[in-house]
């Protein structure tokens, strides 16, 4: 008999005394002891016709696939509009810096020069930006470089900008560490919810904050409350077409609602979305899709975004029915309850458990 220790299962107390593989840690580092094991015991192989007797041991997956057309949605939302030129203003000082609230939520500027920054619209008037007045401007699709910078980046660049001023704007927030993670805080809503359209073209809804128990051998009990959060990121369709990838994520608070930076987060983060299946995978990339495209657009942005996520219509549908997960949901629960053991690389290998409420 040999013992593999999986996730946080523990041996009885027939089985306590034997040596276990470590399945807990990794899975290719146990199979690879595994398989060594075995080797080492002249453990004889299997059959020749191994392969056809793995595939019967499975479902044929009759009932599975329709005949039923079936739209995809992805996870890219595409920018339908971009301004054709770039607007080029006069800057009063050499350090021109984009953290800056000023910047971050009133203008997408990048600079190109130590005197010049490039923009899609012009400046807000306010006197602490040190901005002189519009110099110029440049047809980005037909001139490859401007001060040895290429057009296509600035451009790219100045969209992500732009998205980030009107989600600041909006009452969401972004991440100290990540800069393309955006988060909500439970007071954006009246009732700790955000309200939308789930596929099916029915309102739901999913919660803004839930709550996470984090169980330690020999230590107390740590409440850990996780906020919804996505990431907005770049995809190329084409070299003029441009769209936005939403991913869903999390953001970790301590009940002082302290953002959580450590090492745990990771570990955190990956065992709470494991859950994360087709449904409610996509009702929270639907609930981001939302917040983006109804974010009011800052004055003269030029920014026109797509009204819905990019879709694919399929010949053939799955039946999730039959796969045992519902065509739709009217509302999204919280995450279900999940027990862990921490399975980082981090110096210390202690097991921990979570417990979603």
Same mark, same amino acid.
């Given at each position: 008999?040999?013992?593999?220790?999986?996730?946080?299962?523990?041996?009885?107390?027939?089985?306590?005394?034997?040596?276990? /593989?470590?399945?807990?840690?990794?899975?290719?580092?146990?199979?690879?002891?595994?398989?060594?094991?075995?080797?080492? /015991?002249?453990?004889?192989?299997?059959?020749?016709?191994?392969?056809?007797?793995?595939?019967?041991?499975? #479902?044929?997956?009759?009932?599975?696939?329709? #005949?039923?057309?079936?739209?995809?949605?992805?996870?890219?939302?595409? =920018?339908?509009?971009?301004?054709?030129?770039?607007?080029?203003?006069?800057?009063?000082?050499?350090?021109?810096?984009?953290?800056?609230?000023? =910047?971050?939520?009133?203008?997408?500027?990048?600079?190109?020069?130590?005197?010049?920054?490039?923009?899609?619209?012009?400046?807000?008037?306010?006197?602490?930006?040190?901005?002189?007045?519009?110099?110029?401007?440049?047809?980005?699709?037909?001139?490859?470089?401007?001060?040895?910078?290429?057009?296509?980046?600035?451009?790219?660049?100045?969209?992500?900008?732009? /998205?980030?001023?009107?989600?600041?704007?909006?009452?969401?927030?972004?991440?100290?560490?990540? @800069?393309?993670?955006?988060?909500?805080?439970?007071?954006?809503?009246?009732?700790?919810?955000?309200?939308?359209?789930?596929?099916?073209?029915?309102?739901?809804?999913?919660?803004?904050?839930?709550?996470?128990?984090?169980?330690?051998?020999?230590?107390?009990?740590?409440?850990?409350?996780?906020?919804?959060?996505?990431?907005?990121?770049?995809?190329?369709?084409?070299?003029?077409?441009?769209?936005?990838? =939403?991913?869903?994520?999390?953001?970790?608070?301590?009940?002082?609602?302290?953002?959580?930076?450590?090492?745990?987060?990771?570990?955190?983060?990956?065992?709470?979305?494991?859950?994360?299946?087709?449904?409610?995978?996509?009702?929270?990339?639907?609930?981001?899709?939302?917040?983006?495209?109804?974010?009011?657009?800052?004055?003269? @942005?030029?920014?026109?975004?797509?009204?819905?996520?990019?879709?694919?219509?399929?010949?053939?549908?799955?039946?999730?029915?039959?796969?045992?997960?519902?065509?739709?949901?009217?509302?999204?629960?919280?995450?279900?309850?999940?027990?862990?053991?921490?399975?980082?690389?981090?110096?210390?290998?202690?097991?921990?458990?979570?417990?979603?409420?």
């Amino acid at each position: 008999m040999i013992p593999l220790k999986v996730d946080s299962v523990e041996l009885d107390w027939l089985t306590t005394d034997l040596t276990y /593989l470590p399945f807990n840690a990794g899975w290719s580092n146990g199979w690879r002891q595994l398989l060594n094991k075995l080797e080492s /015991l002249d453990t004889p192989r299997s059959l020749g016709t191994h392969s056809e007797l793995a595939a019967l041991s499975f #479902d044929a997956g009759e009932g599975l696939v329709s #005949d039923k057309s079936e739209s995809i949605i992805c996870n890219a939302l595409p =920018i339908q509009k971009i301004p054709k030129y770039l607007s080029i203003f006069g800057l009063k000082r050499a350090s021109f810096n984009n953290a800056d609230k000023i =910047i971050d939520v009133n203008w997408a500027a990048f600079q190109v020069s130590e005197s010049e920054v490039a923009a899609f619209g012009p400046p807000p008037n306010d006197p602490k930006l040190k901005i002189w007045g519009r110099k110029g401007s440049v047809e980005w699709r037909r001139q490859d470089e401007y001060e040895g910078i290429i057009t296509a980046n600035i451009v790219r660049d100045l969209i992500e900008r732009t /998205l980030r001023a009107r989600l600041l704007r909006a009452g969401l927030h972004r991440h100290p560490k990540r @800069d393309r993670t955006y988060y909500l805080l439970p007071a954006y809503s009246s009732d700790g919810k955000l309200h939308f359209r789930g596929r099916t073209g029915k309102n739901t809804w999913c919660k803004i904050q839930g709550q996470t128990k984090i169980v330690r051998l020999g230590k107390p009990a740590e409440q850990v409350r996780h906020l919804f959060a996505f990431d907005l990121l770049r995809w190329h369709m084409t070299r003029d077409e441009v769209a936005i990838q =939403i991913r869903p994520n999390l953001v970790f608070t301590d009940t002082a609602d302290n953002l959580i930076l450590d090492e745990k987060v990771g570990s955190l983060r990956r065992r709470l979305t494991k859950s994360w299946w087709n449904d409610k995978w996509l009702n929270r990339l639907l609930a981001a899709a939302d917040l983006v495209t109804h974010a009011e657009p800052i004055p003269d @942005d030029g920014i026109v975004l797509g009204d819905q996520l990019l879709r694919i219509e399929a010949e053939k549908s799955l039946n999730e029915l039959a796969l045992g997960q519902e065509a739709d949901a009217d509302q999204e629960d919280d995450l279900p309850e999940v027990q862990i053991q921490d399975d980082d690389d981090d110096d210390d290998d202690e097991e921990f458990s979570v417990e979603a409420e």
